[in-house]
């Protein structure tokens, strides 16, 4: 069964620190997403990694994929405020014909000043 | 074309009663997927459709949920006879597949189930 899981579920911060969320991943594949979502809102697209060693920065975030650890990573640098949400990788299953995404659990972030 | 739209926002329902949501997805899109969000974890996959061909439906999908896509355009997703388990956010997402690759999910803002 494939299970993607998610490093912390919780986490505290206060503004102007560096942390770092992990994304471990128990299947192959070559593609994965990280998402946003703020309290009663729905999925915003972060980052779409494609590639084994793919990273992409935008802003105060930055993400990266190593497809043989099976781990993604997603940095916050600098923390404000307005990050806090609830951050979510995901793992796109597509082979051939099919095709879904396996979500972690989340990461609620909280940033505190 | 501004996204994913999802109608209803909202749905209180009491336990036992029939609900149908719609989804219209981005027109140039060929795929929409259901997901089903509860309180505190991430969303999980219901079904998807590849045009209007139902390709996949996991085995959260009990026999009181059916969705349809009709000529590959929107798409509804009925629950029958309601239970207070099914109360969640139920999130629609369309993409455009080509070739064996997705490029990209769009997700709408979720319709939340509320039962009684």
């Known amino acids: 069964e494939l299970k993607v899981e998610q490093n912390p579920l919780f986490l505290s911060m206060q503004e102007g620190k560096n942390y770092t969320i992990y994304c471990n991943y128990s299947?192959?594949?070559?593609?994965l997403y990280w998402y946003r979502q703020d309290p009663g809102k729905s999925l915003e697209s972060l980052f779409v990694?494609?590639?084994?060693?793919a990273v992409k920065q935008e802003g105060r975030l930055m993400a990266s994929l190593d497809t043989k650890a099976r781990l993604s990573t997603l940095h916050i640098t600098a923390a404000v405020h307005d990050l806090s949400a609830t951050y979510f990788c995901?793992?796109?299953?597509?082979?051939?014909?099919?095709?879904?995404?396996?979500f972690g659990k989340g990461t609620k972030l909280s940033v505190k000043p | 074309d501004t996204g994913v739209s999802q109608d209803p926002r909202h749905k209180i329902t009491k336990r036992g009663q029939n609900v149908t949501f719609r989804c219209d997805p981005i027109s140039e899109h060929n795929r929409l997927y259901w997901y089903r969000q509860t309180l505190g974890q991430g969303p999980e996959f219901l079904t998807y459709f590849q045009n209007e061909a139902q390709l996949e439906k996991s085995r959260l999908l009990s026999d009181r949920f059916s969705a349809e896509r009709p000529k590959g355009s929107f798409s509804t997703l009925e629950i029958q006879r309601t239970e207070q388990g099914d109360s969640a956010m139920y999130l629609c997402a369309s993409s455009f597949a080509s070739g064996g690759a997705i490029y990209g999910y769009t997700f709408g803002s979720g319709t939340r189930l509320t039962v009684v």
């Open positions: 990694l494609l590639s084994n060693g």
């Open positions: 995901a793992v796109d299953l597509t082979v051939g014909s099919q095709g879904n995404l396996i």
């Open positions: 299947t192959t594949s070559d593609r």
